[in-house]
């Protein structure tokens, strides 16, 4: 039973990347989703989430709100992050979870079951 995080890579300022998030071991629609990040010497931070596949309303973070866009393939047992116009101060690990949490604004209120389970983690670093 778990998470695997992958996608992360060097991308220039303005660019795009897709992170995935793979689940094994359970049937990830059920749960609510959250991508989290941890910049160097920062906390760790929500990004985006979304609630279970019978509701799948997002949530995101001010900071990447109109830039991240958060999805699901259930046939994949999948999450995506797809981040796009990507900025120096997104240079972070970012971490998939079946949870959401702070700063995102009504994190509360994603739908779906909640769990303290984690990806490993993928680097993102926005080159200037």
């Known amino acids: 039973v778990q998470l695997q995080a992958s996608g992360g890579g060097l991308v220039q300022a303005g660019g795009s990347l897709r992170l995935s998030c793979t689940a094994s071991?359970?049937?990830?629609?059920?749960?609510?989703i959250g991508w989290f990040r941890r910049a160097p010497g920062k906390e760790r931070e929500g990004v985006s989430c979304m609630s279970n596949s019978d509701d799948r309303t997002t949530f995101h973070a001010d900071s990447v709100r109109g830039r991240f866009a958060i999805s699901r393939d259930n046939s994949k047992n999948t999450v995506y992050l797809q981040m796009n116009n990507l900025k120096p101060e997104d240079t972070a690990v970012y971490y998939c979870?079946?949870?959401?949490?702070?700063?995102?604004?009504?994190?509360?209120?994603?739908?779906?079951?909640?769990?303290?389970?984690w990806g490993q983690g993928t680097l993102v670093t926005v080159s200037s």
């Open positions: 979870a079946t949870k959401c949490g702070p700063p995102i604004r009504g994190f509360n209120n994603v739908r779906g079951r909640w769990s303290d389970r």
């Open positions: 071991g359970f049937d990830l629609d059920l749960y609510a």
